[in-house]
Structures are given as C-alpha cells and as structure tokens.
C-alpha cells in the first residue's frame, strides 16, 4: 500500500482536475457526485483546461478526492472498475467537456484500454498460428520508434524477425536530433506507446535526451537489442518472383555486404530523417562551419560568434532561443512564419502531485491520457477543416479557424507591445494548420527581441564566403551558417533500391509521387509494408506513435491472413489502390494543409499532399483493424514437383 502523503490535498491541486473527476468514479461508483454539471469543465481554444473549473470548485473536489483515495488505499476496493457503458460515456464527455458523438464510442473505448486491453494490442486480436508465424521471417528496417514497436510486436506473435538501422543505436529522430533545445511537441503522457506508459516523465514536453532513454528503456525491457543489426543500410531489395522472398542487400559500416532473404519487409524509416538543404546559389562557398540541424555540430562552439539561421520551422523554433543568448549575433532568416499556438506549461516540469496521482491514483493515468488524446486529435480536427462556403479572407478557411486564428494572433500581439515592428512579420498571412503549428511559451519572441538577434524576412539569393545575401543586396556577416531547412520528406525510401515483381521499380512506379494503400502496401510489391508511409502524417492531430500502433497491428493481421491461408505473397489490388488515392487527394483539399495558398513539405513536387492523412484518426483506426483479404491479390504457394 502506498504511504499518503500528509498533503495529499495540496498534490491533487497539481493534477489535471477534469480527468481526477472521473478517475474517481470508478473508486467510489458515485458517477453523479463526481460528474456534477457545475463542475464539468469548459475549455477555451488552447487552454489547458486547469482554468476550466473555478478555483472554490477545484479546491472543494481536492478536498473530497482527498478523502476518497485515502480510504481507497486504506484498502477499500474500487467500487467500479469496469463502469457499464452508459458511465463510461459520461465520463469521456464531460473530461472532453462536450458531447462527443456516438460514433466515437467504440474507439475511445479502445484507446482508453481501462482493462489493459486494446486492439492496438495485435496479440488480443490477430493471434498467429504457431506453426506459420515461425514459417514466416521479417526483415524490418528502422530501430527508431516504429521498429521497435514492430520487434515488440513480432516479438510477442512468434514471427522470427531481425531489425537493420543504419545508426549505431537506438532512437531514430530521437538520437539523431541533438540540437540544443530539442524536445517532443506532443505532450509525453501521449507521445509514449500506448502499452509502455510513463508516470514519471519530468515535463509535459520532455527533451530529447529523455525520450531517447524511454526508447532505450522499452529496447532492453523487451531484450530487442540482439535482434538488431546496427550501422548497417539496407542498400537493395528485390522481390524473388520464383522463390517468393525478399533479397535484401545489407552494407555495414566497414564495407561488408550481404544478402539476407526475408518473407516480408517491414520498413521503419520515418518520413523526416534526410537533411534538405536549401537550393541557394553558392552555398558551398561559405568559409565557416555551416550545418543542418538534424546534424548538429556540437564542435562548433557557437559562443561570441555571429550565426545565420536559415528556416523557421520547428526545429529552429527550439534551437534559436537556446543559442540566441550565447552568440554575438544571430540573424534569423525567415521565409514565412510558423504558427505559435500558446501552451504556456511547454518547458514546465510535472508538478510532483501529478506524478504522484499518476501512479497512485487508479485510472487517472488513463482519464489524463484521454483527455489529452481527444483534445488534441479528434476535437480539435474542426478548427482546421476547410468550409467550402466560408467567404472569410484567405487566411482563413472556415468559421472555427477564422476564430482560432483571432486567439492565436491576440496571443502573439500581447508578447509584441514593445516591438510593433515584428507583428507584421511574425503573424502568418495562410490558415492556422497549413503547416505545422508550434507551441508557444514566449521564449521564440523573446529571442528575437533581443538586441543581438535579427529577423530577416527578406528572400535570401546567395551565400558568400563572408555570409548571406539578401534580395535587397545587404551581405549580413556570419561566422557559422545553420539550417534549419527541414528534411526531403516526399521522397520516401529515397536511400532505398526497391524492385518488386518482374524487377518493377517502385521509384520509377511512383514517378516521384509516392502513394501507397492505407500509407502501407503497394500493388506489384507483395509483403513490402512502410509504416509512415505515404499520407499517414498528421499536421495538428496528435500522435504519431498512435499511427505506428495502428500501422503494426495492420502488418501482424496480415502475417496472420499468410500464416492461415498459406499464401506465400499478397499484395493489394491495383483498383483498391487506385480508388483509395483518389479518395485521399480529395479529401486532402478539404483541410488547411491542402488549401491552395499553403506551400509546405506535405506537399510534393507535383503540389500533391503526399504527406498527411485527410482523416479523422478514428478512420485510420477502423481502416487497420485488420487487412480485408478482398483488397488483396493472395499468392498460393507454387506447386513442386
Ligand atoms: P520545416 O518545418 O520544414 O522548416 C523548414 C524551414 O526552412 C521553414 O521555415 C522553411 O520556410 C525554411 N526554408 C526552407 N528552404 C528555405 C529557403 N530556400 N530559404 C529560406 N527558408 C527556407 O523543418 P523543421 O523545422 O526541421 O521541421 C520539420 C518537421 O519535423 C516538423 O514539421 C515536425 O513535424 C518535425 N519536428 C518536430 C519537432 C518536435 O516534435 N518537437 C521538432 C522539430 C521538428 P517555409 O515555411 O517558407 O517553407
């Protein structure tokens, strides 16, 4: 039994109340004491929801938690740990604090896992047959967050599977990206598998270090570490029409080659892991230390030296105010601007109390959990959606991001009322959700206030060895070029020869527009899965671990269907392919990120959104559950003689 802390009141006040008030329900079964009207919270637009009940209200709930949770660990038994349905249902819609629809139901029911089950759980749902998992070998590549999620899950259905990453460790994006100030911008209690919470995250929004020890952490829980092959690339693939395998081209660090041959290729490879430098005429020319973010010099000391950043996206968002305070002088390079959204607590440590009632209390985890998901992924989808009848200006696509964007730009207009010269240039002139939207705590703004930091919003035309030109002539000194450009995030596999049935290509298949069934499977590449493939990103919405559960339940089902059906091969069908892409471009043009006026890295060569879900994830949930054996082409065994 836990020891009560002797200021269990003053702890609670440090949790998210909303979701204590339903944690509670099931300690005591009173769902009408609990979920009381007045105390069901409010939220505005891109508030915590702290503020959502008065602070009396909150004080006299501590108070009668207090008393509840100190008799529960006394040893008095929950009174309702599997509420029936209809409770169930008031409590996801007042900690939402809205009526969620109906519709929902059985996916939150899913993702809220209050027995420890979910479907995301491919061992409750997809069970192999003993015999034909170990039939089956899985060659996957990537040990980033996707890889290892697929080892544990190969793991666990007893399909015989090695993992290839190119690093020498763990991590993918998480042991790549050090730059300083690097950390996750979802908060942890959801960017974490759903399977493998954490109570103890030390903030809402840990830094890289710390999310690269909890992958480390899930690696050596689930002993992975044997199964993978590090600083070795998988250079080739080639499908064996006669013989029905894979033949992978491996090539470690120190020049080895092999082949291996595997069933199935799962690849794990992230969509934002190859540097884009910018097409900048003479870029090569610059006489000092230049470097891309994701490839961080920490040799170059950066103290006392004039910097040139180039970018405004998320990543320079971070790294700019954490250097900004060290160098002489820092001139920021913006093209446009990057939407801040206020999330005041971004850099803030867990309070202890909300540690505390994490792992003591039962069922907040998960109550703190759900509020988060839903906030931030299915509830909050409406301020992005494009109202084909909206006559607003083209800032703007619809009534709810018309008002989403007033409170975003009142936000930033507060922190600017001794700079009115930045607010023209930091407010962006497309919708809120055409790109990705950062978290705002101040620290950008205030960084480029300082008197050492310039924003230049001026087109950048060429770099001299001395520094950066801009389209107005001015040449602004630099002593070390960063980029913070982003990554070459539309050419999928770009590091990867992959030639499927008949040596087809699949580069030359996509023509530089790459497309796939549900981000996963393609027609004429038999057993190729990519998880984060193409159109599985999401731009506001969420999570992407959520997407890499459902994308791997989706491959162990189909191992599953080889492994029952004896098929050796299955591949989708051109027509299902087909009529779901032009599916996903239509309703691409329906949200922000497709609108017209928004060129980002979603968007392809071709202006195709080929990055993101158009979606609800509710629908890419129900879309993996399991592979429908209709979309597919099954490939039998060939007889021999
Ligand atoms: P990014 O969002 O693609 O930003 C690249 C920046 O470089 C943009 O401001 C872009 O301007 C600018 N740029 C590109 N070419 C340019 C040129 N020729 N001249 C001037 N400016 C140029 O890249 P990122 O910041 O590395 O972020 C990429 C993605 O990684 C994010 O969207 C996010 O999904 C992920 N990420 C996540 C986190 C996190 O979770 N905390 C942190 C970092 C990154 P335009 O906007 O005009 O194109």
């Excluded at 980033?144 to 020498?168: C, H, Q, Y």
Aim: proline content about 8%; some cysteine.
């Amino acid at each position: 039994m836990a020891d009560v802390p002797a200021n269990l009141e003053a702890l609670l006040r440090e949790c998210h109340v909303p979701a204590l008030l339903p944690a509670l329900v099931h300690m005591t079964g009173d769902a009408d004491f609990w979920l009381r009207p007045e105390w069901r919270p409010v939220y505005e637009p891109l508030t915590k929801g702290d503020t959502a009940i008065p602070d009396d209200a909150q004080a006299e709930i501590c108070r009668l938690a207090a008393v509840a949770i100190r008799e529960h660990l006394a040893g008095k038994p929950l009174a309702m740990p599997n509420p029936p349905i209809d409770v169930l249902r008031r409590q996801m819609d007042f900690v939402a604090g809205e009526s969620i629809p109906e519709q929902y139901t059985d996916f939150l029911v899913d993702e809220l896992a209050l027995k420890g089950e979910s479907t995301k759980d491919p061992k409750a749902t997809h069970h192999l047959p003993r015999e034909g998992a170990r039939k089956l070998k899985v060659l996957v590549v990537g040990a980033g967050m996707s890889g290892i999620l697929t080892g544990i899950r190969l793991a666990e259905a007893g399909v015989p599977f090695e993992i290839v990453d190119k690093n020498p460790d763990v991590g993918g994006t998480w042991f790549e990206n050090t730059y300083p100030g690097c950390r996750v911008d979802n908060s942890n209690h959801m960017y974490s598998y759903s399977f493998e919470p954490s109570h103890d995250w030390p903030q809402h929004y840990s830094p890289q270090p710390v999310l690269l020890k909890y992958f480390r952490g899930v690696v050596d829980k689930y002993d992975l570490r044997r199964k993978i092959r590090f600083e070795t690339m998988v250079e080739t693939l080639a499908w064996d029409d006669a013989r029905s395998v894979w033949r992978a081209t491996l090539k470690s660090r120190d020049g080895r080659s092999e082949v291996v041959e595997a069933n199935a290729v799962v690849t794990a490879v992230g969509q934002l892991n190859r540097p884009r430098f910018p097409d900048i005429e003479g870029r090569e020319t610059f006489a000092g230390p230049s470097f891309h973010s994701a490839e961080w010099r920490h040799d170059v000391d950066l103290k006392g030296k004039r910097v040139a950043v180039i970018g405004t996206g998320a990543s320079a968002y971070q790294f700019v105010p954490e250097i900004a305070p060290d160098v002489a002088h820092l001139t920021v390079f913006q093209r446009n601007p990057p939407w801040g959204l206020p999330v005041a607590h971004y850099h803030e440590d867990v309070p202890p109390g909300m540690k505390w009632t994490l792992e003591h209390v039962p069922f907040y985890d998960k109550w703190y959990r759900f509020w988060l998901f839903w906030s931030t992924t299915e509830g909050f989808l409406p301020n992005v959606k494009a109202d084909p009848t909206w006559n607003g200006p083209p800032s703007t696509i619809g009534p709810e991001n018309a008002e989403l964007r007033e409170t975003a730009v009142a936000a930033l207009e507060a922190q600017l009322t001794d700079r009115p010269d930045l607010v023209d240039k930091v407010i962006p002139s497309y919708p809120i959700g055409g790109k990705r939207a950062v978290l705002d705590n101040g620290v950008w703004l205030a960084a480029l206030k300082r008197p050492n930091v310039s924003l230049v919003t001026d087109k950048v035309v060429r770099i001299t060895p001395m520094g950066v030109v801009t389209a107005d002539g001015t040449e602004h000194a630099a002593d070390v070029l960063i980029y913070g450009t982003g990554f070459q995030a539309s050419n999928f596999l770009s590091f990867l020869k992959v030639k499927g049935r008949g040596g087809r290509d699949l580069h030359e298949s996509w023509g530089g527009d790459a497309r796939a069934y549900l981000g996963l499977t393609h027609p004429g590449f038999p057993n190729l899965f990519t998880i984060y493939g193409p159109n599985t990103n999401i731009v506001v919405n969420g999570s992407i671990i959520f997407f890499s559960e459902c994308a791997v339940r989706y491959i162990v089902g189909a191992l599953k269907l080889l492994a029952e059906t004896g098929a050796v091969a299955m591949e989708p069908k051109q027509a299902v392919y087909d009529d779901f892409n032009r599916r996903v471009d239509e309703a691409n043009a329906g949200w922000a990120w497709g609108s017209p006026n928004v060129s980002s890295w979603y968007k392809n060569q071709f202006g195709r959104v080929s990055q993101n879900w158009p979606y609800g994830l509710i629908d890419y949930w129900r879309a993996t559950l399991a592979p429908n054996p209709d979309d597919f082409a099954l490939e039998r065994a060939k007889e021999t003689a």
